[in-house]
């Protein structure tokens, strides 16, 4: 995949490429699939409301021994990206973290698969897939 300059020109598969999401219409019913984009953006918001706006508060109150706490400026585009992936209903991370050297990290798993999106403290964005623990997939986009 060619090196992407701008997330918003991201597809799905380019940020959760093992989500399950294959963008057909569910059998039961659209409106079945309109709950499920539904739940997602809330999922994302979620995180953006009760995470990454708390730490650009305060991105101090993660700092610890040996812990780089990310700078507003790597918060700011933590939350960007989730705002892309909320408005494009993907699958939400089942929790933000900090990297613990400045950076964001999207962790998303159900069953035996595993996906984060880090996003470095230099601004670097990197997707990494694991199915039981191997690496399947691991690309940095920006």
């Known amino acids: 995949m060619t090196r992407l300059a701008d997330p918003t020109e991201w597809t799905s598969v380019d940020v959760f490429p093992h989500s399950g999401q294959t963008g057909a219409a569910v059998d039961d019913s659209l409106v079945a699939a309109a709950d499920h984009r539904t739940a997602n953006r809330k999922g994302w918001q979620r995180i953006i409301d009760s995470t990454l706006i708390e730490w650009g508060r305060d991105p101090s109150q993660l700092e610890d021994e040996d812990v780089t706490a990310p700078t507003q400026a790597v918060i700011a585009r933590a939350t960007r990206l989730a705002v892309i992936l909320r408005d494009n209903a993907l699958a939400p991370p089942n929790r933000a973290v900090t990297n613990g050297d400045g950076g964001v990290v999207f962790e ?35």
Request: without cysteine; proline residues 3%; aromatic residues 6%.
């Open 108 to 142: 998303r798993w159900e069953g035996p698969v595993f996906e984060q999106i880090e996003i470095a403290d230099d601004g670097a964005i990197t997707i990494t897939s694991t199915i039981d623990s191997e690496i399947v997939r691991s690309r940095r986009l920006i």
